[in-house]
């Protein structure tokens, strides 16, 4: 059985408060109070709180006492790449050394999380979220490498990222996911939905929904052609290939099925009357589609692509249609990969086929 001090229950709880949004950036803690909450003397609170600065979580001064500390926007890049490489180990290290008894624990925070984030209780997905992550990583018998991850979650923007629409719901899948592979035994599957799933955090901190939706309105006003192109398969699944590495688990999983999520358009970047929507079945947004011939038909000459992921349809879009003599730009900002390197490095390939530029730079005139 687990011993923690009363010391290390306290702070354990004030990093799920402050992870979770429930204490925000700058808040001011005063010990009489966490005390009095937690029904305990003032002296473990104390020492809780010494910890917590001393891990970035706090910042104290002579006048305010103890607050909770911003994060450095600057650093959240060094800090995503961190935490990608020791959460993937101890994650690792989890699929190795989690019993019967704690994947029964983990299944049960998953479900608790899916619960609230059905029922939009934010609050309370945000601290089992901590929950599910900190138990996971507990079970992987890591403790140093378990506290440099605490260190580098007290200055990511976990209460930025949190607050995003549709953002609880996703992690759902993405836990169920991550812990699928756990039981499973996949170490490798673990890790990579792992990556995925601190990254796709981030991508949402970026803000490229946000930024496609502000250029598309900007194209709109120039009365640019504006087209949507998204996967989907039919419900008995008739155009999924069944030798794809990519698409021929979607019939097992139930994944890619038109009408259900992740098919459709997202409600932020809806088409307007006399925009095109075409539905693809490969990776290619040309192969087997009437993109061409709707793009042929209005005299188009120069396309500027956005979307997700880097590596998939907009790498394989601007390459064919470079091929088709189209002149191509790719959205930098309004692009996201499966993981920041494989986003890194479509972007390095493309500049021999488009010019890759930033939506506040272009102009549709």
């Known amino acids: 059985m687990e011993y923690r001090t009363k010391e290390e229950q306290v702070a354990d709880y004030l990093r799920e408060s402050i992870i979770s949004g429930r204490l925000p950036r700058g808040a001011r803690l005063k010990q009489t109070e966490i005390a009095q909450e937690l029904k305990i003397s003032i ?45 993937t180990q101890l994650v690792e290290s989890a699929v190795r050394n989690t019993t019967a008894e704690e994947i029964a624990e983990l299944r049960e925070l998953a479900r608790q999380f899916e619960e609230a984030a059905r029922t939009n209780d934010s609050t309370a997905a945000r601290g089992i979220n901590y929950r599910f992550h900190r138990r996971m990583y507990d079970f992987a018998r890591l403790p140093k490498t378990l506290h440099f991850v605490q260190v580098l979650w007290a200055q990511y923007p976990f209460d930025v990222i949190n607050r995003i629409g549709g953002r609880a719901m996703r992690a759902a899948e993405e836990h169920n996911e991550l812990l699928k592979n756990v039981i499973e035994g996949d170490a490798a599957g673990a890790m990579l939905v792992m990556r995925r799933h601190i990254e796709t955090g981030l991508m949402k901190e970026r803000d490229v929904l946000g930024r496609t939706k502000a250029v598309i309105a ?47 358009v997202h409600p932020d970047l809806t088409p307007e009357a006399g925009e095109f929507d075409i539905v693809k079945h490969r990776v290619s947004p ?21 979307g ?58």
């Not at 008739?238 to 688990?249: H, K, L, M, T």
């Open 308 to 365: 997700v992921s880097t590596n998939g349809v907009v790498h394989t879009g601007a390459r064919e249609a470079h091929d088709r003599d189209y002149a191509c730009t790719v959205l930098e900002d309004c692009c996201a990969g499966g993981t920041t390197d494989e986003h890194d490095s479509a972007l390095r390939c493309l500049g021999r086929f488009a010019a890759i530029k930033n939506s506040a730079d272009v102009s549709f005139g």
């Open 286 to 306: 040309f192969y087997g589609t009437s993109l061409e011939p709707i793009l042929r038909a209005h005299g188009v000459t120069d396309l500027f692509l956005s």
């Open 218 to 264: 900007k194209a709109r006003a120039a009365g640019a052609l504006i087209g949507y192109v998204r996967v989907g398969f039919s419900p008995d699944y008739r155009e999924c290939p069944p030798n794809s590495p990519i698409f021929s688990r979607a019939r097992g999983a139930g994944m890619f099925k038109l009408g259900t999520w992740g098919t459709e």
């Open 43 to 87: 002296t473990p609170v104390r020492e809780a709180l010494k910890l917590l600065e001393a891990e970035g979580y706090l910042s104290s001064d002579s006048y305010r006492g103890a607050t909770v500390a911003p994060f450095d926007v600057e650093a959240s890049t060094e800090i995503l790449k961190l935490r990608i490489t020791l959460e």
